[in-house]
């Protein structure tokens, strides 16, 4: 069909307030041109389509205390927010690192910080696993500041393909990066059920964990696959109908949020690579080099904690964060993917 045949393609319309499809938030996927719906947006609460919120800047920016000339790591760029702000407190001179496993966000982030002026000469963004952040350092030389800003971004949640979210139809991957590994449709293909009990129990203590792994696995054995995003919610939902209605839903919302997260901690071995990237980080850091790293569940800030204790107590940092700062309630309110998280800071002898 030449062009002149091919029919007119109506461009997808913004719903009204609240469009239920990823690709109808037009206007929030293109801030630039549509600055006032993002606004509103971030003025309700919410975090706009195809964007990410940065959390904690200010608490960061004070543990890290960056200054002109210094060498930094970003370990997780996502949307580029912290790295930004580093940028800034580095006024063009020294260089930040910045890596994501991500190689569908990433090129997008580079792009935005290259708009901004950001090129090779202050900023270096690596397609990398922040477990090999002892690679990063034999080019950069020793690091005078860390941060670790770990799970995934809003972007990567909100995007119904990469199946981070039950709320949309999508498929049951979860992978942050799509090209490595198996999905976790897959995953579930093979697991057993002990095995499938354990990863819920371990990575995010799912109270129905037998309940859920037992259905799971019966209909497997059916021969029916559970493949998409609302295939798993659906076999959660219908494993918990036993919980009086009262608060069924709101049980059902809390599972399919907890076995969505173990399922993904599985498929990206996250606290592996997040153990790995601890062992690594005290051999990267200069003399009083300093390092935060915000984590959003108990298993990544208990890895986090045990190891900056175990260093301390070696003498290997000389001061660590008595306790986890958590972010202002001014910011769990305009932010709620904010509420989760806590902060945690090291510096090393
Ligand atoms: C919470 S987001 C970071 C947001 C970022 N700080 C900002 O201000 O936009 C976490 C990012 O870390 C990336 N990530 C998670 N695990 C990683 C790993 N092991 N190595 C490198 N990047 C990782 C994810 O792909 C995601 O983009």
Not at 31 to 54: L, N
Not at 275 to 292: C, I, N, Q, S
Not at 306 to 324: C, D, H, L, M, T
């Amino acid at each position: 069909m030449d062009n002149q045949e091919q029919k007119h393609q109506r461009r997808v319309r913004y719903k009204g307030t609240h469009p239920k499809a990823f690709n109808e938030k037009y206007k929030e996927l293109q801030p630039e041109k549509y600055a006032d719906a993002v606004t509103k947006v971030i003025q309700k609460g919410s975090t706009p389509a195809g964007m990410h919120r940065s959390i904690c800047v200010n608490e960061i920016l004070e543990i890290l205390q960056i200054t002109p000339g210094q060498t930094g790591l970003d370990a997780t760029l996502g949307y580029g927010g912290h790295t930004l702000e580093m940028l800034k407190c580095l006024d063009s001179k020294g260089h930040l690192y910045s890596l994501d496993i991500d190689p569908i966000e990433l090129p997008r982030t580079r792009e935005r910080l290259e708009r901004l002026g950001y090129d090779s000469n202050i900023l270096t963004i690596k397609q990398m696993n922040f477990s090999d952040i002892d690679q990063v350092a034999l080019e950069s030389g020793p690091l005078n500041f860390v941060l670790a800003d770990l799970g995934v971004s809003s972007m990567q949640i909100d995007n119904p393909e990469r199946g981070f979210s039950f709320k949309s139809e999508g498929p049951l991957d979860l992978r942050l990066n799509p090209d490595r590994g198996i999905s976790a449709a897959e995953r579930l293909k093979t697991i057993s059920q002990n095995e499938l009990q354990g990863m819920l129990l371990e990575n995010a203590d799912e109270p129905y964990s037998a309940e859920i792994s037992r259905a799971i696995i019966a209909e497997i054995k059916k021969g029916r696959e559970i493949s998409t995003t609302t295939s798993l919610q659906q076999v959660i939902k219908d494993t918990l109908k036993f919980i009086p209605e009262a608060t069924r839903n709101d049980a059902v919302k809390k599972s399919c949020q907890r076995c969505f997260q173990a399922l993904r901690i599985d498929v990206n071995n996250e606290f592996e690579v997040l153990y790995d990237f601890l062992e690594k980080l005290p051999a990267t850091l200069t003399e009083g080099g300093r390092v935060a790293i915000l984590t959003f569940h108990s298993g990544e800030d208990r890895l986090v904690k045990k190891s900056f204790k175990r260093f301390y107590n070696q003498g290997v940092y000389k001061e660590i964060a008595p306790e986890a700062i958590r972010p202002s309630a001014a910011e769990c309110s305009s932010n709620s993917r904010a509420r989760c998280a806590k902060l945690r800071w090291a510096i090393k002898s």
